[in-house]
């Protein structure tokens, strides 16, 4: 299970939501406080910022904690809104920089922790890489990214097995699922983090139960059952 976090609100530098909290996703990355499945994130990173409305990227298929270029460079990246991953591969996927999350469409940026049989899925022209987590990408694009909680929904249906913790952004909101794995939320002054777990131990952290939608906008977080 990979670990993800969003942020949303003022503008912030990305070494400041992944790298230097004392158990951000760089820690994440070897050492994750919360995660159930797999025990490393080894196999690739990706971290996605709205530079005004374009969503960019930059990705990885090697482990966070040993790049270099990241921690010269995160720094000096500033965004409003955010969304990065720290990938532990289902057996099987392909080990790619096209297999790190965030996937995009153009518009939003999207983070998935679990595992979907990608027989339940569309085949997809569009999916940036044979990964599950690619495919559900596609299939949540297609449909509509408003049509978020309906899909898991059915997806999660087609695959009792499946855990489908979502993380989608597109500058302006955050939407998130929890279905099977760990989320929590930070509310703060400068903007709200949403992550598969706490970057640190102050205590507004807030856990998210499973099965829920959680949606954040410039006025404020919502949360309903999915
Ligand atoms: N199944 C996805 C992959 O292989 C996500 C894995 C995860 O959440 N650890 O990349």
């Given at each position: 299970m990979c670990r993800h976090l969003g942020w949303l609100g003022s503008p912030v530098s990305v070494a400041s939501l992944v790298l230097e909290p004392v158990n951000g996703l760089a820690v994440q990355s070897y050492s994750?406080?919360?995660?159930?499945?797999?025990?490393?994130?080894?196999d690739g990173w990706g971290i996605g910022f709205y530079d005004g409305r374009t969503p960019r990227r930059w990705r990885s298929a090697a482990p966070l904690w040993g790049d270099a270029s990241l921690a010269s460079v995160a720094p000096a990246l500033h965004s409003h809104c955010v969304v990065a991953a720290v990938r532990s591969a289902t057996v099987g996927m392909p080990i790619e920089p096209s297999a790190s999350a965030p996937f995009t469409d153009g518009t939003w940026l999207l983070s998935h922790n679990g595992v979907v049989?990608?027989?339940?899925l569309p085949v997809s022209r569009?999916?940036?890489?044979?990964?599950d987590s690619a495919l559900l990408a596609a299939h949540i694009f297609a449909e509509g990214p408003d049509r978020l909680a309906d899909t898991i929904v059915s997806v999660g249906t087609a695959d009792p097995d499946a855990r489908l913790n979502v993380l989608a952004a597109d500058g302006v909101r955050l939407l998130a699922t929890t279905w099977g794995d760990t989320l929590s939320v930070l509310e703060r002054a400068d903007g709200v983090v949403v992550a598969s777990e706490p970057y640190d131990d102050d205590p507004d952290w807030h856990d998210i139960p499973d099965r829920q939608l959680v949606e954040v906008t410039s006025r404020g977080v919502t949360c309903t059952p999915l």
């Open positions: 994750p406080r919360r995660q159930s499945h797999g025990r490393l994130n080894a049989d990608r027989a339940v569009t999916a940036e890489s044979t990964v």
